[in-house]
């Protein structure tokens, strides 16, 4: 079976315009290799297009997708999995400057976890809720405090699992070191698919997650 048409015509126009107008920049990161700022972790949602997001361009992001943008805590090496590879090839390899998890508004995977995982369209047992569930975890060890009404309580999820995310960044040997180096730093950021608009995930002093505007 040949390629997807959309994906055929989409990638003719890729090359004939894209590429062809930043030949010279792709020539450069062909030749000398990736220099990304930024290691971004964020949601498989097709609406997040993370360059038209940070007017980013080629070499600029490195990227870690994953369902709700999530970030376990450090494991050992022997049950490492692909998000935790890609952390170490950026903060340790490519000396990212920056780590940014972003989640966004109306996700699929935070909305499963605060129905409480039940989804008829997964399978059994989902893997949906099986990758979810140190975040089903980690809330009910804290208490769960999250208000009970369905879509006040996936819009507070989504952003306590970021600030959670963020959390675990830090128990990660070579980020730790990193950030008590002064050679990174780490934000956890809210995409509004309504607005369009970014928001920083901030820590309370009584440990609660809010927003912020960017300056802030
Ligand atoms: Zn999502």
Redo the contacts with the bound molecule.
């Keep these: 079976m040949a390629l997807d048409t959309i994906l055929v015509d989409g990638h003719k126009q890729f090359v004939s315009h894209t590429y062809h107008n930043e030949l010279t920049k792709y020539e450069n990161l062909a030749k000398n290799g990736q220099p990304p700022h930024t290691l971004l972790i ?4 097709s609406r ?1 297009v993370p360059h038209d997001i940070f007017g980013a361009g080629p070499g600029d992001l490195f990227m870690v997708r994953n ?3 999530q970030v376990s805590p450090f494991v050992a090496v022997s049950e490492s999995t692909s998000s935790q590879a890609a952390l170490e090839y950026g903060v340790t390899a490519l000396k990212v400057r920056n780590i940014i998890v972003m ?2 508004t ?5 909305a499963h976890v605060a129905a409480g995982n039940a989804c008829p369209d997964f399978g059994t047992p989902s893997l949906v809720s099986t990758w979810m569930r140190p975040l089903d975890t980690w809330i009910k060890n804290h208490g769960d405090t999250l208000p009970s009404e369905p879509q006040a309580r996936a819009s507070a999820l989504e952003i306590t699992s970021i600030g959670v995310s963020v959390q675990n960044l830090g128990t990660f040997p070579f980020i730790s070191e990193a950030i008590k180096r002064g050679d990174l730093n780490i934000h956890g950021t809210l995409y509004d698919i309504h607005t369009g608009l970014l928001h920083l995930v901030k820590e309370t002093p009584s440990g609660d997650f809010i927003l912020k505007d960017l300056s802030g």
Excluded at 42 to 45: E, L, R, V
Excluded at 106 to 110: A, R, S, T
């Design positions: 964020t949601c498989s949602d997040i369902i709700a943008a989640g966004h109306g996700c699929g995977g935070i």
